[in-house]
């Protein structure tokens, strides 16, 4: 038996969207059973934390899952993405690599396909080559980078530089909520982004960055 748990968070743009469930990130994450004692009073018999998949406390982590942050939180937009007893864990590089996900022309004006759009920033200190590396969408469909930058130059990115990749096919981010997510050569994530119907505007990107992240 696998126990999983989930929970939504109400961040503070939930709190203040008076007209009830429009405006805030429904992001779900699959997190573990003490975290949900500890967020609602619960309490839970031993076999319940036995039979959960995810760890509070890296001790308890067995070689070969890949476990690195905890209490661990996984992000889950699909079922594919819930973690099940002794499965490895995608290996993240968010905090390590300072590439991230500016922008995304979601619905560009007339037809969606071979207009649609991706930016990328460098927001670190050091020169990242960006060669191998990969997007992709909730339903798992990838575009190698290297087929739209052909020119092995424009993949090396100096620090506050930015790169738009112009034609995300075979990607299609749905114009009602979806996910982007960047990886490296090696399939490490580099960042991962998601958007509401809400956030779509025809002919405007959804931005992902606020002038303060572009500061720090």
Aim: with cysteine; aromatic share 6%; proline share 5%.
């Amino acid at each position: 038996m696998d126990v999983r748990a989930f929970v939504m968070y109400q961040d503070a743009d939930a709190i203040r969207d008076k007209r009830g469930g429009t405006v805030y990130n429904n992001e779900h994450y699959q997190v573990t059973i003490t975290e949900i004692e500890q967020l609602t009073g619960l309490r839970f018999v031993d076999s319940i934390y036995h039979a959960n998949p995810l760890y509070y406390r890296e001790d308890n982590a067995q070689p070969g899952e890949n476990v690195v942050h905890v209490p661990e939180h996984i992000e889950v937009s699909k079922p594919e993405d819930i973690i099940a007893q002794g499965q490895e864990r995608q290996t993240l590089h968010d905090d390590i690599v300072d590439i991230f996900i500016a922008a995304a022309m979601v619905d560009p004006v007339g037809p969606d396909a071979h207009h649609e759009w991706v930016s990328l920033i460098n927001l670190g200190n050091e020169i990242v080559d960006i060669s191998g590396w990969t997007l992709s969408d909730n339903s798992n469909k990838k575009l190698l980078i290297d087929n739209v930058l052909t020119d092995p130059t424009r993949r090396i990115m100096n620090p506050g530089e930015s790169v738009v990749i112009k034609d995300v096919s075979p990607l299609q981010l749905s114009n009602n909520q979806d996910v982007i997510m960047l990886c490296d050569a090696n399939g490490a994530r580099i960042d991962r982004v998601t958007y509401l119907k809400h956030m779509v505007r025809t002919g405007k990107p959804v931005l992902f960055l606020t002038p303060r992240d572009t500061l720090e």
